[in-house]
């Protein structure tokens, strides 16, 4: 039990922070702009499909520090003649323009790449057992995914709280009007602040391709997860973001990990039913089969109860 | 307008309904139009809630497919003996449970617009969809459940067997259907979701509820979504889960977009439109969803009010007779601007097409000569540079027929 | 890609008002996914029929007399709605001869709709060709006059599978993992009762069912595995479900055997590579390598040459294409009830050499049954281009392979 209690636990924390990674780069966007994008997940997978392009020519760690850039320009280009030319139409338009570009993108990393798994591959310098617990080993290319992500959360506090940029993003969250009269370029920093958004993402894509398999579903199963934890976390709260990660990441991992269900818990109260009762199904759940839809069950229930979700401030 | 003008639309829209099947009556086109009956109510649906509303929602698909499973529940029974009525009124029991969903889901979910209600309805899209493959029994898991819609007592006659008898129920109750939902928006209610959608503040100070205001027409539109999933089960004679999942939420958000929000008629343009590109796109190119991908990016950014909205643009134009001026400055741009892109398709497939021969526009072209991609690249280079040449002109001419010089005022 | 693009509105008006009906070629339809998630099998699929048409008939002299075969792709994106779509351009255009494989909801929507149809049109009549869709349903409960299977069902691969592992006394807890769908249920359901059945002492170790498609990392299930102690993994899983499944057991460092149904080619051999190298073990029809006759290593070499970037990964199309033209000559006929009558029973010694045996009272087809393993030794024909291929290990004749059906055939009546 003890054994499976770890794993469940360094499982959770490895997915937990790969979302935050996506999670940061969302809840920024949506601060800034008043956007949320739909597309942020597809950014993700374009990460890891140029990463696996440059890794066949280059190894992985050019691949590492490349394809988030080539991401994020992507990003802060698509900011500028695409999100900027319909931010006049209000934000339904943008929404509907990042739900578009989801979709474009995926038919588009399909027209390039073809819609086979892709052989993304970890480097072989990572490709050690970090150490090895109750038979299972823990990879060390897992270590340095968990590394990454909190090497990305440090530097992201730091750079938002402590320096002089970071606190020019924050009073354009705030009061876009008043920094724009203070005479910063209000417009350029929404574009910076995009193409760092989707970077981050690319830069998760090009981290988690390898272990999760670079697939061009990939952004799908992501996508509304994603989508699910900054709206938890509290829109425009990276702190809250920060929490809602480890929080969904945990608790699908752990729900994977039990073995209870329905039946466990009516035979706690003495009921018992038949097995051709009607609703059989309902009584056959069990925590597991379920885990994938957790993270809904919980934005539902946040939404109704506490709107601005766990840390947000702000409703509009 | 008058109302004699008025009815004169209504009865052209059913005399297009009823005679369709007439002028084109091959198996394939009858399918095409049972999808698009299918479509223009759904699409319709959404408009309520996103167009006139203002609810962005990403779970439309929940109610027309409640509607649409329900519906097959009630042919298995008319196949059992269950029960003993005509299938004429299986769309309206599809309705009926899709009210009954938006009731108990609208409760809690309408109490705020904007990233709340678009949130709660993805998060309740994505419950309901998984919840279908884990209940069984009710949603038949992926396969879906099937049932027959010869069963029950026949209409004067029509065992509907055949697919153009169901089109012409289902033309029925699509008249019925946009008949009601355009009756809906003359209503006091109707007129309060513009009014909540443009400012809740606003009406509530002039004594609305918003919610309330809202969760009417959210309920309204969940009884439409459910017509068209009961419609869908007729056509079909069966249901899965695809039919309530995200996907078909997005379409639904595609088609009411592409053809234009704002406008009641806009739903229905983009219903036709989706339609076709479904069916009939789909077997020319495996690239038709890059190719819908670009054309609704290409909509969001040029037609922020879709192609009813781009009609509509030229209602000024018409009324003050000028435009007759538009035809030449719209050819001069129109024909570069489809030379650019049909050029610009033809170089995507032959990307695609990697080492085999291409068969496009009746040309067959090798992407192993570097003269066809060379030829490609500067006629689309030119169409590209004779659209942007003409574009000023165009411009003037829109501005001299919309614009009303001094003397006429 | 072969598909002709024209105007879009010339094309509009030909269709909608009913393309003329010159019935000079056989016209055979492919319908499976050719574009979104699942396309990549869909096409190459198609591109396995499409070659194997005109390497055996069209650029020989034809079937009856002359006439060619016309492969006609039609695009079902794998859903069940967009099936009924292509079927309705299909009976449109005359077509009554439909080849579909993947996805066992299609497989079953479809049948439904050809009975349902056939039943109300009778002169108009369609064939449908299944050759992968394995749901045991279809020849069973479901079976259909107008059905013929060229695949053997989900429990058929399962009883070889579990005389195999039934045969390695050192496997002595099993785990069961699959996808939350009715394929992986059957698989569940019968390998723990022929395991069962065959080897008591085997425990079953754990049964879990995931999502189709949603699972972002598997590594939570391998912990689940690891903890349980399991000495063998079954899994129904197919696609990126399979790879990843795989990836994160080898990941974890566990060195057990995997037995799948799915689990190669379309660049699942390409991704597993060393890393799956003796773990991985496939059940399938067909040998793989070493290839048994020069007549298929032919075969497998000419389509190479022409799609050198695809394998031939389904060799039961062949089998299907071949004998639906021997029925065709056969009978003399393109119309369904005939070929029909001439498909059930018929014994055909395929491209391997082997005779086949389609049972005519639930048309469901035999042939040996193959267990693979994922190696890159004593590989002459690998998949991917990769170096990495499938070595058969084990087969059985198909006079083994026969299990009961409860099939009750409405036979119509002419």
């Given at each position: 039990m003890l054994d499976v209690l770890i794993f469940a636990t360094l499982n959770g924390v490895v997915t937990g922070l790969l979302l935050f990674m996506l999670a940061a780069g969302l809840t920024l966007i949506f601060s800034m702009m008043g956007v949320l994008n739909f597309a942020h997940a597809s950014f993700y997978m374009l990460g890891a499909y140029c990463a696996y392009s440059i890794s066949l020519y280059f190894g992985f760690w050019v691949g590492l520090l490349v394809a988030p850039l080539i991401v994020g320009v992507l990003g802060a280009l698509i900011e500028r003649y695409g999100l900027r030319r319909v931010h006049q139409s209000g934000h339904v338009a943008e929404l509907v323009f990042t739900f578009g570009l989801a979709f474009l993108i995926e038919e588009s990393v399909q027209f390039f790449w073809g819609r086979d798994t892709k052989n993304y591959q970890s480097p072989d310098i990572l490709d050690f057992a970090l150490f090895t617990l109750f038979g299972q080993e823990f990879s060390a290319y897992r270590g340095f995914m968990i590394a990454i992500s909190v090497g990305i959360f440090i530097g992201l506090y730091f750079v938002l709280t402590r320096t002089r940029i970071g606190i020019i993003i924050q009073a354009a969250i705030t009061h876009p009007k008043t920094v724009a009269n203070l005479g910063h370029n209000v417009p350029l920093i929404f574009m910076g602040v995009f193409g760092a958004g989707t970077a981050l993402a690319g830069l998760a894509g090009v981290i988690a391709g390898p272990v999760l398999t670079t697939f061009p579903g990939m952004a799908v199963v992501l996508g509304s997860i994603v989508f699910v934890i900054v709206v938890i976390g509290g829109l425009g709260s990276l702190a809250g973001a920060f929490i809602a990660s480890l929080l969904i990441g945990l608790l699908q991992s752990y729900a994977i990990a039990s073995d209870v269900g329905m039946q466990d818990l009516l035979n706690v109260f003495g009921i018992d039913f038949p097995y051709d009762h009607p609703l059989a199904d309902l009584w056959g759940l069990t925590l597991p089969q379920i885990a994938p839809i957790l993270p809904f069950l919980l934005l539902i229930l946040v939404l109704i109860f506490r709107p601005t979700g766990l840390l947000g401030k702000r409703e509009e | 307008?008058?109302?004699?003008?008025?009815?004169?639309?209504?009865?052209?829209?059913?005399?297009?309904?009823?005679?369709?099947?007439?002028?084109?009556?091959?198996?394939?086109?009858?399918?095409?139009?049972?999808?698009?009956?299918?479509?223009?109510?759904?699409?319709?649906?959404?408009?309520?809630?996103?167009?006139?509303?203002?609810?962005?929602?990403?779970?439309?698909?929940?109610?027309?497919?409640?509607?649409?499973?329900?519906?097959?529940?009630?042919?298995?029974?008319?196949?059992?003996?269950?029960?003993?009525?005509?299938?004429?009124?299986?769309?309206?029991?599809?309705?009926?449970?899709?009210?009954?969903?938006?009731?108990?889901?609208?409760?809690?979910?309408?109490?705020?617009?904007?990233?709340?209600?678009?949130?709660?309805?993805?998060?309740?899209?994505?419950?309901?969809?998984?919840?279908?493959?884990?209940?069984v029994d009710f949603f038949g898991g992926e396969a879906g459940i099937s049932g027959d819609r010869t069963y029950g007592p026949t209409f004067f006659g029509i065992d509907f067997a055949q697919n153009v008898e169901v089109y012409y129920l289902a033309a029925g109750w699509v008249f019925i259907s946009t008949v009601f939902m355009y009756l809906f928006t003359q209503t006091p209610a109707g007129r309060m979701a513009n009014a909540v959608r443009d400012n809740p503040v606003r009406a509530e100070?002039?004594?609305?509820?918003?919610?309330?205001?809202?969760?009417?027409?959210?309920?309204?539109?969940?009884?439409?979504?459910?017509?068209?999933?009961?419609?869908?089960?007729?056509?079909?004679?069966?249901?899965?889960?695809?039919?309530?999942?995200?996907?078909?939420?997005?379409?639904?958000?595609?088609?009411?977009?592409?053809?234009?929000?704002?406008?009641?008629?806009?739903?229905?343009?983009?219903?036709?439109?989706?339609?076709?590109?479904?069916?009939?796109?789909?077997?020319?190119?495996?690239?038709?969803?890059?190719?819908?991908?670009?054309?609704?990016?290409?909509?969001?950014?040029?037609?922020?009010?879709?192609?009813?909205?781009?009609?509509?643009?030229?209602?000024?134009?018409?009324v003050r007779g000028k435009l007759r001026d538009l035809v030449v400055p719209y050819l001069m741009t129109g024909i570069p601007a489809l030379t650019f892109m049909l050029s610009l398709i033809a170089l995507i497939e032959l990307v695609h097409a990697e080492a085999e021969s291409l068969h496009i526009y009746g040309l067959t072209l090798d992407p192993s000569l570097e003269g066809t991609w060379i030829v490609l690249v500067v006629i689309a280079a030119a169409a590209l540079y004779g659209t942007r040449r003409s574009l000023p002109q165009l411009r003037a001419a829109w501005h001299s027929a919309n614009h009303i010089p001094d003397e006429e005022r | 890609m072969t598909t002709p693009i024209r105007l879009l509105l010339i094309t509009l008006?030909?269709?909608?008002?009913?393309?003329?009906?010159?019935?000079?070629?056989?016209?055979?339809?492919?319908?499976?996914?050719?574009?979104?998630?699942?396309?990549?099998?869909?096409?190459?699929?198609?591109?396995?029929?499409?070659?194997?048409?005109?390497?055996?008939?069209?650029?020989?002299?034809?079937?009856?007399?002359?006439?060619?075969?016309?492969?006609?792709?039609?695009?079902?994106?794998?859903?069940?709605?967009?099936?009924?779509?292509?079927?309705?351009?299909?009976?449109?255009?005359?077509?009554?001869?439909?080849?579909?494989?993947?996805?066992?909801?299609?497989?079953?929507?479809?049948?439904?709709?050809?009975?349902?149809?056939?039943?109300?049109?009778?002169?108009?009549?369609?064939?449908?060709?299944?050759?992968?869709?394995?749901?045991?349903?279809?020849?069973?409960?479901?079976?259909?006059?107008?059905?013929?299977?060229?695949?053997?069902?989900?429990?058929?691969?399962?009883?070889?599978?579990?005389d195999f592992i039934a045969k390695d006394t050192a496997i002595k807890s099993v785990y069961i993992i699959g996808q939350d769908y009715s394929f992986g249920h059957v698989v569940a359901d019968n390998a723990v009762r022929l395991l069962q059945e065959k080897r008591p002492d085997i425990s079953i170790a754990g049964t879990e069912f995931h999502p189709i498609g949603q699972v972002k990392d598997f590594t939570p299930y391998v912990t689940k595995i690891v903890a349980s102690g399991a000495d063998a993994v079954i899994t129904g899983n197919y696609g990126a479900d399979m790879v990843s499944l795989a990836k994160s057991i080898i990941d974890s460092g566990l060195d057990l055997p995997i037995y799948t149904f799915y689990a190669a080619y379309d660049g699942i051999t390409a991704t597993l590579g060393a890393d799956g190298k003796n773990k991985i073990r496939l059940i399938h029809n067909e040998v793989s390598n070493p290839i048994p006759t020069e007549e298929r290593k032919a075969f497998i070499r000419a389509f190479k040459a022409v799609n050198p970037d695809n394998d031939v990964t389904q060799p039961r199309i062949i089998n299907a294409l071949q004998m639906l033209v021997t029925a065709i000559e056969k009978s003399q006929s393109t119309d369904p009830y005939d070929i029909a009558l001439a498909l059930e029973d018929m014994r055909f010694t395929n491209l391997s050499g082997e005779e086949i045996w389609m049972r005519g009272t639930d048309h469901q087809v035999f042939q040996s049954l193959n267990i693979s393993v994922h190696t890159d030794e004593g590989i002459e024909f690998d998949a991917d281009n990769s170096g990495f291929g499938l070595f058969t290990e084990y087969s059985v004749p198909a006079a083994e392979t026969i299990v009961e059906s409860s099939c009750q055939m409405d036979r119509p009546s002419r």
């Open positions: - | 307008m008058t109302l004699l003008k008025k009815m004169s639309v209504w009865v052209a829209y059913l005399a297009v309904l009823l005679l369709l099947p007439q002028l084109f009556d091959s198996i394939l086109a009858i399918s095409v139009f049972n999808q698009m009956a299918i479509a223009i109510v759904f699409a319709l649906s959404y408009n309520m809630l996103l167009g006139q509303g203002g609810m962005l929602s990403f779970g439309h698909a929940v109610y027309f497919g409640m509607g649409g499973f329900l519906a097959v529940h009630a042919l298995l029974m008319l196949e059992t003996e269950t029960v003993h009525f005509s299938i004429i009124w299986i769309p309206l029991i599809g309705g009926l449970f899709g009210l009954l969903a938006a009731i108990f889901i609208g409760s809690f979910s309408t109490r705020k617009a904007g990233t709340v209600f678009a949130m709660i309805s993805l998060g309740i899209g994505e419950l309901i969809a998984a919840s279908s493959l884990i209940f100070f002039i004594g609305y509820s918003a919610r309330h205001v809202r969760f009417i027409s959210f309920c309204a539109s969940g009884l439409f979504a459910g017509i068209a999933g009961g419609l869908f089960a007729l056509n079909y004679e069966f249901i899965t889960e695809e039919n309530l999942n995200a996907a078909t939420s997005g379409r639904v958000l595609l088609m009411a977009y592409i053809g234009g929000l704002g406008y009641f008629i806009g739903p229905i343009i983009g219903a036709v439109l989706l339609t076709l590109m479904n069916s009939l796109l789909s077997n020319y190119t495996e690239l038709w969803m890059l190719y819908l991908g670009i054309l609704f990016l290409l909509t969001v950014m040029f037609l922020p009010r879709g192609f009813a909205g781009f009609i509509m643009m030229h209602q000024l134009a018409w | 008006f030909a269709t909608l008002c009913g393309v003329s009906t010159a019935q000079e070629p056989v016209r055979i339809a492919f319908m499976d996914p050719l574009s979104g998630g699942f396309a990549s099998i869909g096409n190459s699929g198609l591109k396995q029929l499409q070659f194997a048409a005109d390497y055996f008939y069209n650029s020989k002299n034809g079937i009856l007399g002359g006439r060619k075969i016309e492969i006609v792709p039609l695009d079902n994106k794998q859903s069940p709605t967009d099936t009924q779509i292509q079927f309705r351009r299909a009976v449109s255009e005359g077509i009554q001869i439909i080849f579909q494989g993947n996805s066992s909801a299609v497989a079953n929507t479809l049948n439904a709709t050809i009975s349902r149809h056939n039943s109300r049109n009778p002169g108009q009549e369609v064939l449908q060709i299944n050759y992968s869709a394995v749901d045991p349903i279809l020849t069973e409960a479901e079976c259909s006059f107008w059905h013929f299977r060229f695949d053997a069902h989900a429990i058929m691969k399962l009883n070889i599978l579990t």
